[in-house]
């Protein structure tokens, strides 16, 4: 099969086209990769030079969750079917919404990773002002387009089906990532939190503000992190993937009181890292980690202070959650991922050659 995977370059949606291009390979199936956003970080070059992509593409591009991205779709749309004469794929897979409704002529599966409604109802808790009027109708006429629409999580999905009733078969494919190699390397007593310190979804200036009431030192990396420092709490700012992972091999404890995050592959590259986890309690945090991880209510940062506490007091309780953590880790494999996709990509083929909706 030849696919045709399109990404971007921001967040976890670039660590999820990777992982599952790497998994695809392994079944035979040829994945171009079309990624749309911010110019490649240095190590991202890396991460693609690395990847089993048959090959590779990149355009700055607006995303279609930023304000007026309106001729930059147009252009990426444009730039997207020409790769697609190409590249002639079987099947396209893409990540943004926007360029499930364009004329693809095979079948198209679109990943639901997030959405600004639901966004704006879990975060600010009202629905997007109407100004996103725009976004709204794009997603309504992409899902509307695909054959197949996945989403990470039942409560991602569940938001889809809720703000938009889309007509395509709807299934949960949980995101999957690589176990990297366990570093020789000894757990040391501090906290960690990795995120966009700017996206209130993250939540991660709610570490820095409770850092001086706690026993142990706050490491925060990401995206704005550099302005983010108090006592007790160091920000590093963006750090690079190997610098990620490094930190992760040896924080005790990762911590992300998020207030929105539909599937969330920082705490699961922390448990990866046998890091015990203090999350947000909000409904796809509890479906990803079940009794696997300490759940704290987002906007209350005297118990998140109080887990925090609580797992830096208690070395066996701590050893326990973290061990939970990277058993539940486990059963999310690249390799799962890739086999739900493929009968994802069955069933929109079949849907295909029906002409409706399956």
Not at 12 to 33: K, N, Q, Y
Not at 210 to 225: K, M, N, Q, R, Y
Not at 299 to 304: I, Q, S
Not at 349 to 358: D, M, S, W, Y
Request: charged share 25%; net charge negative.
């Amino acid at each position: 099969m030849n696919l045709l995977l399109t990404a971007d370059t921001v967040g976890g949606v670039w660590s999820f086209a990777l992982e599952l291009t790497d998994a695809l390979a392994e079944r035979d199936v040829r994945v171009t990769i079309a990624a749309i956003g911010d110019p490649l970080r240095a190590d991202q070059e890396d991460e693609l030079r690395r990847s089993r992509a048959q090959s590779a593409h990149t355009q700055t591009f607006a995303l279609e969750w930023t304000t007026e991205p309106w001729a930059d779709l147009d252009r990426a749309g444009e730039w997207l079917l020409e790769l697609r004469d190409e590249t002639e794929p079987d099947l396209v897979h893409v990540s943004s919404y926007s360029h499930a409704s364009l004329p693809w002529g095979v079948p198209v599966v679109v990943t639901a990773h997030s959405c600004v409604l639901s966004w704006f109802e879990t975060v600010r808790g009202v629905e997007a002002p109407a100004e996103w009027d725009g976004y709204r109708r794009l997603v309504a006429d992409g899902l509307a387009a695909a054959d197949v629409i996945a989403a990470p999580t039942h409560a991602m999905l569940a938001a889809v089906e809720r703000l938009y009733d889309p007509p395509g078969a709807r299934l949960v494919i949980p995101n999957g990532r690589r176990a990297p190699a366990a570093p020789a390397i000894a757990k040391e007593p501090f906290v960690l939190s990795s995120g966009r310190i700017w996206d209130e979804a993250k939540n991660v200036a709610a570490l820095a503000r409770i850092a001086p009431a706690l026993d142990w030192p706050v490491v925060l990396a990401g995206e704005g992190s550099s302005d983010a420092a108090s006592a007790n709490a160091t920000a590093l700012g963006r750090v690079a993937r190997a610098q990620l992972d490094h930190l992760l091999a040896r924080a005790s404890i990762f911590a992300l009181p998020a207030r929105y995050e539909p599937f969330g592959l920082g705490p699961l590259e922390a448990a990866q890292a046998g890091c015990a986890l203090v999350l947000g309690d909000i409904e796809s945090l509890r479906e990803v980690w079940g009794d696997a991880a300490t759940f704290v209510a987002p906007d209350d940062d005297t118990a998140l202070a109080a887990a925090l506490q609580r797992l830096i007091a208690d070395d066996a309780l701590r050893s326990e959650l973290a061990g939970r953590a990277r058993r539940r880790a486990g059963a999310y494999t690249p390799q799962r991922m890739a086999d739900n996709y493929l009968g994802a990509y069955a069933t929109a083929a079949l849907a295909a050659r029906r002409g409706v909706h399956a």
